[in-house]
């Protein structure tokens, strides 16, 4: 079974910083993009930024200069470092991935996404 897990977040004050991590485990052949989007309550969910898998990155305005994506294809992983928090930040923050697996003899593509950790920035 493939799965995404995403740590980092938590409460920080308007100024700081927090890293954010995920990562795919399970039967994985590959993974395309990686990406972080955001969801505050009663919003739809927002892209925050994506990153081919060669580095190539995509980002919202509303963060370009604060926000850096970044990863590990090593070890399956997607990062956010996020500096200069604001409190219009505070939102659920979910990864998501277009990978390939394995499940039984087949390979199969799948959009998948984390269960979310909440960044929480008071002013």
């Known amino acids: 079974q493939v799965q995404l897990v995403e740590s980092g977040g938590g409460l920080v004050q308007a100024g700081g910083s927090l890293r954010l991590s995920c990562a795919a485990s399970g039967s994985i052949v590959s993974i395309n993009d990686m990406g972080w989007y955001r969801q505050a309550p009663g919003k739809q969910r927002d892209l925050v930024a994506t990153?081919?898998?060669?580095?190539?990155?995509n980002y919202a305005d509303s963060v370009k200069g604060r926000f850096t994506i970044s990863r590990d294809n090593a070890k399956n992983t997607v990062f956010l470092q996020m500096n200069s928090l604001k409190p219009e930040d505070t939102a659920v923050y979910y990864c998501d991935a277009d990978l390939q697996y394995r499940s039984g003899s087949y390979q199969l593509r799948s959009h998948m996404w984390g269960q979310g950790t909440q960044v929480t920035v008071s002013s």
């Open positions: 990153i081919t898998s060669g580095g190539g990155t």
